[in-house]
Protein backbone atom coordinates (compact mmCIF):
# COMPACT_ATOMS: atom_id res chain seq x y z
CA UNK A 1 0.00 0.00 0.00
CA UNK A 2 1.56 3.39 -1.07
CA UNK A 3 1.85 6.17 1.60
CA UNK A 4 -0.78 8.96 1.97
CA UNK A 5 0.12 12.75 2.03
CA UNK A 6 -2.36 14.59 3.45
CA UNK A 7 -2.03 18.52 2.94
CA UNK A 8 -4.12 20.92 4.78
CA UNK A 9 -4.60 24.69 4.61
CA UNK A 10 -7.16 27.48 5.44
CA UNK A 11 -7.87 28.08 1.60
CA UNK A 12 -7.82 25.91 -1.45
CA UNK A 13 -4.58 25.31 -2.86
CA UNK A 14 -4.20 25.44 -6.29
CA UNK A 15 -2.67 22.80 -7.97
CA UNK A 16 -0.36 23.39 -11.36
CA UNK A 17 0.64 20.18 -12.51
CA UNK A 18 2.19 21.73 -15.74
CA UNK A 19 4.79 23.49 -14.32
CA UNK A 20 8.44 21.63 -13.44
CA UNK A 21 10.92 22.72 -10.82
CA UNK A 22 14.66 21.17 -10.97
CA UNK A 23 15.63 22.93 -7.49
CA UNK A 24 13.57 22.22 -4.18
CA UNK A 25 14.92 25.49 -2.67
CA UNK A 26 13.62 28.24 -6.02
CA UNK A 27 10.58 29.85 -4.26
CA UNK A 28 7.11 28.61 -4.96
CA UNK A 29 3.94 30.85 -6.00
CA UNK A 30 1.69 31.66 -3.31
CA UNK A 31 -0.50 28.48 -2.45
CA UNK A 32 0.68 26.30 -5.72
CA UNK A 33 1.67 23.44 -4.73
CA UNK A 34 4.42 22.11 -7.96
CA UNK A 35 4.89 18.75 -8.28
CA UNK A 36 8.40 17.67 -10.21
CA UNK A 37 8.10 14.46 -11.66
CA UNK A 38 5.99 13.06 -14.53
CA UNK A 39 2.60 12.18 -14.09
CA UNK A 40 3.30 8.53 -14.65
CA UNK A 41 5.05 8.42 -11.41
CA UNK A 42 2.31 8.71 -8.88
CA UNK A 43 -1.31 8.95 -8.85
CA UNK A 44 -3.17 12.16 -7.78
CA UNK A 45 -6.75 12.37 -5.95
CA UNK A 46 -8.31 16.06 -4.74
CA UNK A 47 -11.17 15.33 -1.90
CA UNK A 48 -12.80 17.82 -0.45
CA UNK A 49 -13.22 17.21 3.55
CA UNK A 50 -15.41 19.85 4.94
CA UNK A 51 -13.66 23.32 5.58
CA UNK A 52 -10.36 21.69 4.77
CA UNK A 53 -8.65 20.39 1.51
CA UNK A 54 -7.16 16.72 1.14
CA UNK A 55 -4.70 15.84 -1.18
CA UNK A 56 -4.25 12.18 -1.53
CA UNK A 57 -1.10 11.18 -3.69
CA UNK A 58 0.47 7.49 -4.37
CA UNK A 59 4.49 8.77 -4.06
CA UNK A 60 7.32 6.51 -5.66
CA UNK A 61 10.40 7.33 -4.58
CA UNK A 62 11.81 9.71 -2.07
CA UNK A 63 12.30 12.89 -4.90
CA UNK A 64 8.43 13.22 -4.86
CA UNK A 65 8.13 13.52 -0.97
CA UNK A 66 10.63 16.25 -0.50
CA UNK A 67 8.94 18.06 -3.02
CA UNK A 68 5.91 17.69 -1.12
CA UNK A 69 7.34 18.60 1.95
CA UNK A 70 8.98 21.32 0.06
CA UNK A 71 5.32 22.68 -1.49
CA UNK A 72 3.89 22.35 2.09
CA UNK A 73 6.87 24.67 3.81
CA UNK A 74 6.17 26.96 1.32
CA UNK A 75 2.64 27.09 1.75
CA UNK A 76 3.33 27.28 5.57
CA UNK A 77 5.51 30.75 5.23
CA UNK A 78 2.84 32.04 3.15
CA UNK A 79 -0.17 31.44 5.62
CA UNK A 80 2.52 33.11 8.36
CA UNK A 81 2.79 35.89 6.21
CA UNK A 82 -0.52 36.42 6.20
CA UNK A 83 -0.77 36.50 9.72
CA UNK A 84 1.44 38.99 10.09
CA UNK A 85 -0.21 41.25 7.31
CA UNK A 86 -4.13 40.91 9.32
CA UNK A 87 -1.47 41.57 12.91
CA UNK A 88 -0.02 44.94 11.23
CA UNK A 89 -3.74 46.03 9.66
CA UNK A 90 -5.28 45.34 13.16
CA UNK A 91 -2.34 47.08 14.82
CA UNK A 92 -3.33 50.19 12.37
CA UNK A 93 -6.67 50.13 13.59
CA UNK A 94 -5.98 49.85 17.21
CA UNK A 95 -3.72 53.16 16.31
CA UNK A 96 -6.20 55.12 14.45
CA UNK A 97 -8.07 56.65 17.37
CA UNK A 98 -4.76 57.78 18.88
CA UNK A 99 -3.92 59.49 15.52
CA UNK A 100 -7.50 60.83 14.88
CA UNK A 101 -6.66 62.55 18.12
CA UNK A 102 -3.53 63.75 17.17
CA UNK A 103 -4.71 65.16 14.15
CA UNK A 104 -7.55 67.05 15.99
CA UNK A 105 -4.85 68.64 18.29
CA UNK A 106 -2.85 69.60 15.69
CA UNK A 107 -6.17 71.30 13.84
CA UNK A 108 -7.11 73.08 16.61
CA UNK A 109 -3.42 74.09 17.71
CA UNK A 110 -3.34 75.56 14.13
CA UNK A 111 -6.93 77.11 14.21
CA UNK A 112 -5.28 79.17 17.42
CA UNK A 113 -2.36 80.24 15.78
CA UNK A 114 -4.43 81.84 13.14
CA UNK A 115 -7.03 83.16 15.50
CA UNK A 116 -4.04 85.00 17.57
CA UNK A 117 -2.21 86.13 14.31
CA UNK A 118 -5.19 87.58 12.51
CA UNK A 119 -6.86 88.68 15.89
CA UNK A 120 -3.17 91.06 16.47
CA UNK A 121 -3.13 92.22 13.18
CA UNK A 122 -6.87 92.80 13.51
CA UNK A 123 -6.68 94.44 16.46
CA UNK A 124 -3.21 96.78 15.56
CA UNK A 125 -5.20 97.79 12.09
CA UNK A 126 -7.94 98.80 14.26
CA UNK A 127 -6.23 101.02 17.06
CA UNK A 128 -4.61 102.46 13.98
CA UNK A 129 -8.01 103.59 12.54
CA UNK A 130 -9.55 104.69 15.44
CA UNK A 131 -6.82 107.32 15.78
CA UNK A 132 -6.96 108.48 12.72
CA UNK A 133 -10.57 109.56 13.24
CA UNK A 134 -12.45 111.30 10.79
CA UNK A 135 -12.82 110.00 7.35
CA UNK A 136 -10.21 107.42 7.70
CA UNK A 137 -12.04 105.44 10.38
CA UNK A 138 -15.42 106.65 9.09
CA UNK A 139 -14.33 104.85 5.13
CA UNK A 140 -12.81 101.89 7.39
CA UNK A 141 -16.13 101.77 9.25
CA UNK A 142 -18.07 102.26 6.06
CA UNK A 143 -16.29 98.96 4.45
CA UNK A 144 -16.64 96.90 7.36
CA UNK A 145 -20.88 97.54 7.65
CA UNK A 146 -20.66 96.63 3.59
CA UNK A 147 -19.19 93.82 4.50
CA UNK A 148 -21.29 92.53 7.28
CA UNK A 149 -24.68 93.68 5.18
CA UNK A 150 -23.70 90.77 2.65
CA UNK A 151 -23.32 88.47 5.10
CA UNK A 152 -26.83 89.47 7.05
CA UNK A 153 -28.31 89.16 3.94
CA UNK A 154 -26.86 86.16 2.94
CA UNK A 155 -27.54 84.56 6.21
CA UNK A 156 -31.93 85.92 5.46
CA UNK A 157 -31.72 84.06 1.97
CA UNK A 158 -30.38 80.57 3.80
CA UNK A 159 -32.47 77.73 3.54
CA UNK A 160 -33.39 78.07 7.66
CA UNK A 161 -34.92 81.46 7.31
CA UNK A 162 -36.18 81.67 4.26
CA UNK A 163 -37.79 78.32 4.76
CA UNK A 164 -40.60 80.33 6.89
CA UNK A 165 -40.55 83.32 4.48
CA UNK A 166 -40.13 85.39 1.54
CA UNK A 167 -36.39 86.86 1.27
CA UNK A 168 -36.33 89.93 -0.16
CA UNK A 169 -34.91 89.85 -4.04
CA UNK A 170 -31.15 89.78 -4.62
CA UNK A 171 -31.16 93.23 -6.14
CA UNK A 172 -32.79 94.33 -3.18
CA UNK A 173 -30.39 92.92 -0.87
CA UNK A 174 -27.77 94.51 -2.97
CA UNK A 175 -29.02 97.75 -2.55
CA UNK A 176 -29.44 97.51 0.90
CA UNK A 177 -25.57 96.97 1.27
CA UNK A 178 -24.68 99.65 -0.56
CA UNK A 179 -27.03 102.02 1.29
CA UNK A 180 -25.67 100.72 4.51
CA UNK A 181 -22.22 101.49 3.14
CA UNK A 182 -23.37 104.89 2.69
CA UNK A 183 -25.23 105.71 5.90
CA UNK A 184 -22.05 106.31 8.00
CA UNK A 185 -20.02 108.60 5.40
CA UNK A 186 -23.41 110.63 5.33
CA UNK A 187 -23.62 110.56 9.28
CA UNK A 188 -19.82 112.09 8.83
CA UNK A 189 -20.90 115.24 6.95
CA UNK A 190 -24.78 115.49 6.81
CA UNK A 191 -26.15 114.03 10.07
CA UNK A 192 -27.83 110.55 11.11
CA UNK A 193 -31.08 111.72 10.68
CA UNK A 194 -30.54 112.56 6.80
CA UNK A 195 -28.96 108.69 5.87
CA UNK A 196 -31.89 107.00 7.92
CA UNK A 197 -34.43 109.10 6.29
CA UNK A 198 -32.44 108.23 2.42
CA UNK A 199 -32.11 105.02 3.32
CA UNK A 200 -35.61 103.93 3.98
CA UNK A 201 -36.86 105.71 0.78
CA UNK A 202 -34.39 104.07 -1.38
CA UNK A 203 -35.72 100.26 0.30
CA UNK A 204 -39.28 101.00 -0.33
CA UNK A 205 -38.15 102.22 -3.84
CA UNK A 206 -36.57 99.24 -4.47
CA UNK A 207 -39.09 96.53 -2.94
CA UNK A 208 -42.09 98.34 -5.10
CA UNK A 209 -39.78 98.26 -8.16
CA UNK A 210 -39.52 94.50 -7.68
CA UNK A 211 -41.50 91.99 -10.00
CA UNK A 212 -44.37 90.20 -8.52
CA UNK A 213 -46.16 91.18 -5.48
CA UNK A 214 -43.55 92.69 -2.45
CA UNK A 215 -44.77 90.85 0.82
CA UNK A 216 -44.41 92.24 4.14
CA UNK A 217 -41.76 89.44 5.32
CA UNK A 218 -39.20 91.11 2.73
CA UNK A 219 -39.76 94.82 3.80
CA UNK A 220 -39.49 93.37 7.45
CA UNK A 221 -36.38 91.62 7.05
CA UNK A 222 -34.49 94.62 5.06
CA UNK A 223 -35.81 97.48 7.26
CA UNK A 224 -34.00 95.04 10.06
CA UNK A 225 -31.04 94.81 7.66
CA UNK A 226 -30.77 98.63 7.46
CA UNK A 227 -31.31 98.68 11.42
CA UNK A 228 -28.84 96.36 12.62
CA UNK A 229 -26.33 96.79 9.75
CA UNK A 230 -26.33 100.26 9.05
CA UNK A 231 -28.44 102.65 11.30
CA UNK A 232 -26.13 100.97 14.75
CA UNK A 233 -22.91 101.49 13.64
CA UNK A 234 -23.33 105.02 12.68
CA UNK A 235 -23.08 106.06 16.45
CA UNK A 236 -19.58 104.75 16.34
CA UNK A 237 -19.32 108.02 13.99
CA UNK A 238 -20.95 110.22 16.09
CA UNK A 239 -19.21 109.13 19.02
CA UNK A 240 -15.77 109.23 17.76
CA UNK A 241 -16.26 112.33 15.44
CA UNK A 242 -18.90 114.04 16.69
CA UNK A 243 -18.07 114.03 20.45
CA UNK A 244 -15.38 116.81 19.43
CA UNK A 245 -14.63 118.38 23.18
CA UNK A 246 -11.03 118.31 23.99
CA UNK A 247 -10.42 115.70 26.94
CA UNK A 248 -7.96 118.39 28.91
CA UNK A 249 -6.95 116.02 31.56
CA UNK A 250 -5.37 113.35 29.12
CA UNK A 251 -2.10 113.36 29.83
CA UNK A 252 -0.89 111.12 26.82
CA UNK A 253 -2.78 114.48 25.00
CA UNK A 254 -0.49 116.86 26.60
CA UNK A 255 2.62 114.46 25.09
CA UNK A 256 1.37 113.80 22.01
CA UNK A 257 3.16 115.12 18.86
CA UNK A 258 1.66 117.92 17.68
CA UNK A 259 2.58 116.73 13.76
CA UNK A 260 -0.35 114.39 14.61
CA UNK A 261 -2.67 116.93 16.05
CA UNK A 262 -1.43 117.47 19.38
CA UNK A 263 -3.56 117.66 22.54
CA UNK A 264 -6.56 118.99 20.35
CA UNK A 265 -6.36 114.95 18.90
CA UNK A 266 -7.33 113.76 22.09
CA UNK A 267 -11.00 114.23 21.94
CA UNK A 268 -13.63 112.77 24.35
CA UNK A 269 -15.25 110.50 21.55
CA UNK A 270 -11.49 108.94 20.92
CA UNK A 271 -11.25 108.14 24.98
CA UNK A 272 -14.44 107.42 24.38
CA UNK A 273 -14.29 104.92 22.13
CA UNK A 274 -10.75 103.33 23.42
CA UNK A 275 -11.82 102.73 26.58
CA UNK A 276 -15.78 101.04 24.91
CA UNK A 277 -13.66 98.55 22.57
CA UNK A 278 -10.73 97.32 24.91
CA UNK A 279 -13.48 97.09 27.78
CA UNK A 280 -15.46 94.55 25.11
CA UNK A 281 -12.34 92.71 24.27
CA UNK A 282 -11.58 92.20 27.87
CA UNK A 283 -15.44 91.26 28.56
CA UNK A 284 -15.01 88.61 25.81
CA UNK A 285 -11.55 87.23 26.99
CA UNK A 286 -12.60 87.03 30.64
CA UNK A 287 -15.78 85.57 29.91
CA UNK A 288 -14.57 82.93 27.47
CA UNK A 289 -11.48 81.81 30.43
CA UNK A 290 -13.98 82.03 32.65
CA UNK A 291 -16.83 80.00 31.09
CA UNK A 292 -13.66 77.11 30.52
CA UNK A 293 -12.46 77.17 34.02
CA UNK A 294 -15.64 77.88 35.90
CA UNK A 295 -18.50 76.92 33.20
CA UNK A 296 -21.27 75.06 34.91
CA UNK A 297 -24.57 76.76 34.44
CA UNK A 298 -25.63 77.46 30.77
CA UNK A 299 -27.13 81.04 30.23
CA UNK A 300 -29.52 80.79 27.55
CA UNK A 301 -30.28 78.25 24.95
CA UNK A 302 -29.56 80.53 21.92
CA UNK A 303 -26.22 80.23 22.58
CA UNK A 304 -24.97 76.73 24.42
CA UNK A 305 -21.14 77.17 24.92
CA UNK A 306 -21.86 80.93 27.07
CA UNK A 307 -22.64 80.33 31.02
CA UNK A 308 -23.37 82.47 33.89
CA UNK A 309 -20.22 81.82 35.62
CA UNK A 310 -18.77 83.07 32.37
CA UNK A 311 -21.07 86.20 32.16
CA UNK A 312 -20.12 87.38 35.65
CA UNK A 313 -16.16 86.68 35.17
CA UNK A 314 -16.72 88.75 32.16
CA UNK A 315 -18.64 91.61 33.74
CA UNK A 316 -16.41 91.90 35.94
CA UNK A 317 -12.97 92.52 33.95
CA UNK A 318 -15.00 94.64 31.79
CA UNK A 319 -16.28 96.97 34.54
CA UNK A 320 -11.98 96.46 35.86
CA UNK A 321 -10.56 97.56 32.63
CA UNK A 322 -12.98 100.29 32.18
CA UNK A 323 -12.27 101.64 35.55
CA UNK A 324 -8.32 101.36 35.00
CA UNK A 325 -8.37 103.09 31.53
CA UNK A 326 -10.29 105.40 33.06
CA UNK A 327 -7.72 106.46 35.78
CA UNK A 328 -4.93 106.30 32.78
CA UNK A 329 -6.63 108.82 30.65
CA UNK A 330 -8.41 110.62 33.34
CA UNK A 331 -11.73 110.63 32.14
CA UNK A 332 -14.60 110.31 33.21
CA UNK A 333 -13.34 112.04 35.96
CA UNK A 334 -15.99 109.88 38.69
CA UNK A 335 -15.42 106.34 39.39
CA UNK A 336 -18.89 105.84 39.48
CA UNK A 337 -19.24 106.91 35.80
CA UNK A 338 -16.32 104.60 34.76
CA UNK A 339 -18.53 101.65 36.65
CA UNK A 340 -21.87 102.60 34.46
CA UNK A 341 -19.95 102.68 31.55
CA UNK A 342 -18.66 99.10 32.02
CA UNK A 343 -21.56 98.21 32.72
CA UNK A 344 -23.22 99.39 29.43
CA UNK A 345 -20.29 97.86 27.25
CA UNK A 346 -20.48 94.79 28.71
CA UNK A 347 -24.56 94.43 28.00
CA UNK A 348 -24.67 95.71 25.00
CA UNK A 349 -21.59 93.38 23.73
CA UNK A 350 -23.35 90.27 25.78
CA UNK A 351 -26.90 90.99 23.72
CA UNK A 352 -25.20 91.70 20.50
CA UNK A 353 -23.33 88.68 20.81
CA UNK A 354 -26.77 86.25 21.40
CA UNK A 355 -28.63 88.36 18.64
CA UNK A 356 -26.31 87.62 16.10
CA UNK A 357 -26.29 83.79 17.39
CA UNK A 358 -30.14 83.85 17.09
CA UNK A 359 -29.73 84.87 13.48
CA UNK A 360 -27.21 82.17 12.81
CA UNK A 361 -29.11 79.60 14.59
CA UNK A 362 -32.12 80.29 12.62
CA UNK A 363 -30.46 80.10 9.44
CA UNK A 364 -28.91 76.80 10.42
CA UNK A 365 -25.31 78.00 10.12
CA UNK A 366 -21.54 77.85 12.61
CA UNK A 367 -20.38 81.05 10.91
CA UNK A 368 -21.99 84.18 9.15
CA UNK A 369 -19.09 83.85 6.58
CA UNK A 370 -15.53 83.11 6.17
CA UNK A 371 -13.63 86.04 5.33
CA UNK A 372 -11.81 86.50 8.44
CA UNK A 373 -9.44 83.19 8.48
CA UNK A 374 -9.88 81.07 11.87
CA UNK A 375 -12.32 83.89 12.57
CA UNK A 376 -15.47 83.24 10.61
CA UNK A 377 -17.24 86.27 9.06
CA UNK A 378 -17.14 89.74 10.10
CA UNK A 379 -20.33 89.51 11.50
CA UNK A 380 -18.99 87.16 14.03
CA UNK A 381 -16.25 89.74 15.13
CA UNK A 382 -18.32 93.06 15.62
CA UNK A 383 -21.49 91.33 16.94
CA UNK A 384 -20.59 92.71 20.63
CA UNK A 385 -19.83 96.39 19.22
CA UNK A 386 -23.31 96.68 17.62
CA UNK A 387 -25.38 98.00 19.88
CA UNK A 388 -22.61 99.42 21.97
CA UNK A 389 -21.75 102.19 20.12
CA UNK A 390 -25.40 103.85 20.10
CA UNK A 391 -25.46 102.78 24.37
CA UNK A 392 -21.90 104.66 25.29
CA UNK A 393 -23.13 107.85 22.58
CA UNK A 394 -26.37 108.27 24.87
CA UNK A 395 -24.69 107.82 28.20
CA UNK A 396 -21.93 110.36 27.83
CA UNK A 397 -24.26 112.77 25.38
CA UNK A 398 -27.24 113.15 27.58
CA UNK A 399 -26.11 111.55 31.00
CA UNK A 400 -22.58 112.41 31.63
CA UNK A 401 -22.57 116.32 32.94
CA UNK A 402 -19.78 118.41 30.38
CA UNK A 403 -19.33 114.79 28.69
CA UNK A 404 -17.12 113.50 31.81
CA UNK A 405 -14.34 115.97 31.57
Known amino acids: MAPLVRIEAVKPIPLSLATLCACPCRPFARNTLVLTRPLSKFNLGLLLHGPKNVVRM ?31 VDKGHQSSPQEET ?58 GIAAGMTPPPRYVSRVCSVICALMPILTLYFGLDVSVTSAAFL ?56 LLGGQAHWTVGLVAALISISSIIAADTYAFLGGKAFGRTPLTSISPKKT ?6 GLGGCIATSIILSRIF ?76
Open 330 to 405: CWPSSVLSAIALGFLNFFGSVFGDLTESMIKRDAGVKDSGSLIPGHGGILDRVDSYIFTGALVYSFVKTILPLYGV
Open 203 to 258: VAIALLLQRGNPRFSQLSSTIFGLFYCGYLPCFWVKLRCGLAAPALQTRIGAAWPI
Open 308 to 313: WEGTVV
Open 102 to 159: DMETQQKASQLRKRIVFGLGIGISVGGVVLAGGWVFTVALASAVFAGSREYFELVRSR
Open 58 to 88: RLRGVLGRRRIVAAMAHAEQDRVGESDVNQE
